[in-house]
């Protein structure tokens, strides 16, 4: 039985469903190749995912394939409750309520790893580390991840010699990193941040922590509409990068007396904290779009705001200081780009979830041959995934003459990198 908010969603859930689908043409070829298959015949998959109209196309290309999948959330806050609906109303198993308390998410992820996958999809590593927890990830086929947060776990775990399956580590493959990071969350955290505030960007200070590929995407999109851009970074490779790309770079401290709008992105913790809240300016909006919500220090925030803590508007609560300045917080912190937007467009999920199917059908066939430890994606699927996203854009390219293969062999026949 499913655990979500309400049945009677389903018919709203099932029309964005189809919108998204219509946006998801790679996902869509899959799903009637492995209706025809039926590959996954049999397969027990349990999904850690942000439930979203995206995530529902997903769960119902694998269920053609002939995987039974159960779902639940990858964060408290990212639920889309039709689209959970409508999964539930075509007989997929769901458990996920937007807006659930930490116990109710626990019990969720509980749920599902108690009931013994084969195979587990994780965004954040939630599943992973809870059957690790509970003794029982040596029975695993094999995982995936999602994240660059999970997959830090994930490594962690394996560097104290206790990761007991394989992980296909799909946030690290081309198609992934290129559009989901950049593209994806590089737009929907802004229309995330735009929904909940109605800022104008162009002429504002945004200050954006962290500049990984997502940070990039944030970044470029935040000039696009006209924000003066100053980005931090600790990494001196990546800070180079952002001078050369023409952004201002700046420690944090120094940013936090400047900027208008903060959007951490590091995947680290207590990015912005006490010694940086002392410095903003009145009415400066503070966003996360990281996995966790521990970039921005909401305890440091709640001791500061000794004015109070009252939501101005859904998804903003204004924090008072004793000198009167005000600090807004959207979505507590949590995943602005689903918190307060709707995710990643579908068009960049396309592939994200088109390299998940195709993982989860490798892994089918070749799973128990895998060592436990955490493994790319196959360069194949890679290059597949992007081979059929071009073919649904129309956009064709030039193949290597039989001369020029045989010219870049003889580099690679001494160890030269050649792509
Ligand atoms: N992660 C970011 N955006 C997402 C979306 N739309 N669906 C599922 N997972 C996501």
Redesign the pocket.
């Known amino acids: 039985v499913s655990t979500i908010a309400d049945p009677s969603l389903a018919a709203a859930g099932a029309a964005r469903i189809a919108w998204a689908d219509a946006q998801m043409p790679v996902l869509r070829s899959l799903r009637a190749r492995l209706a025809a298959e039926r590959p996954l015949d049999g397969l027990a998959v349990a999904a850690c995912?942000?439930?979203?109209?995206?995530?529902a196309n997903l769960v119902r290309a694998l269920r053609a394939g002939g995987a039974s999948v159960a779902l639940c959330a990858?964060n408290p806050l990212?639920t889309q409750d039709d689209a959970a609906a409508a999964l539930v109303a075509e007989g997929a198993e769901v458990h996920a309520v937007r807006g659930e308390d930490s116990g109710a998410y626990a019990h969720h992820v509980a749920t599902l790893v108690g009931a013994r996958p084969q195979i587990t999809l994780d965004?954040g590593a939630d599943l992973l580390t809870v059957a690790h927890a509970a003794g029982m990830a040596g029975t695993l086929l094999a995982g995936t991840e999602?994240t660059t947060t999970g997959l830090l776990r994930i490594r962690g775990l394996a560097a104290e010699g206790r990761l007991a399956c394989p992980v296909v580590a799909v946030n690290e493959a081309w198609t992934e990193r290129l559009f989901?990071d950049r593209y994806?969350?590089g737009q929907?955290a802004l229309d995330g941040i735009l929904r909940a505030t109605n800022l104008l960007l162009a002429g504002r200070t945004v200050v954006v922590l962290g500049y990984g590929v997502t940070g990039q995407g944030i970044a470029q999109r935040a000039r696009g509409a006209g924000a003066r851009v100053v980005v931090c970074e600790v990494d001196p490779v990546r800070a180079l990068e952002a001078c050369m790309e023409g952004f201002e770079v700046l420690p944090a401290l120094r940013a936090a007396e400047l900027g208008e709008v903060f959007v951490t992105v590091t995947g680290s913790a207590g990015v912005l904290g006490a010694e940086h809240l002392e410095r903003m300016r009145d009415g400066a909006v503070l966003a996360n779009a990281g996995h966790f919500d521990v970039e921005i220090d909401l305890d440091a925030l709640r001791e500061a705001a000794t004015g109070g803590v009252r939501e101005v508007l859904p998804l903003v609560e204004e924090y008072l200081l004793a000198d009167g300045r005000r600090l807004n917080l959207l979505a507590s912190g949590r995943?602005v780009?689903?918190a307060a937007g709707?995710?990643?467009?579908?068009a960049?999920?396309d592939l994200?979830?088109a390299l998940h199917v195709l993982v989860v059908e490798h892994l089918a066939r070749h799973g128990a041959g895998l060592a436990p430890a955490v493994h790319p994606v196959p360069e194949a699927i890679d290059r597949e995934v992007a081979r059929l996203k071009l073919a649904s854009l129309g956009v064709a390219i030039d193949v290597p003459t039989a001369e020029q293969l045989a010219y870049l062999e003889r580099f690679r026949a001494v160890g030269w990198p050649v792509a």
């Open positions: 995912l942000h439930v979203t109209a995206e995530t990858a990212s965004d999602e989901n994806g969350t929907s995943v780009n689903l709707q995710g990643h467009p579908p960049a999920m994200s979830f």
